[in-house]
């Protein structure tokens, strides 16, 4: 009987041991895969929000190039 319990005992913590280790390497895998945020900005002539990136830069400030905002050229 005590044969038993020892190894369901032993079974126990490897699987425990197990478990532990699969949530770690997940929670890795979702910190590393994360992109970072990109900074927002305010269109200046339709108030858009959209990313720095998109922006372009004009003498009122950062514009979003949709058809109200830039002149078509």
């Known amino acids: 009987m005590g044969r038993i319990i020892t190894w369901l005992v032993v079974i126990f913590i490897v ?3 197990l478990r532990v280790a699969a949530m770690r390497s997940a929670r890795a ?17 339709c108030g ?13 400030g950062f514009v979003c190039g949709g ?3 830039l002149p078509h050229g």
């Open 48 to 60: 858009v929000f959209l990313p720095r990136a998109e922006a372009r830069d004009s003498a009122a």
């Open 15 to 17: 699987l425990l041991a």
């Open 29 to 45: 895998r979702r910190r590393s895969a994360a992109p970072a945020p990109e900074p927002m900005v305010r269109c200046a002539r």
């Open 67 to 69: 058809r109200g905002c």
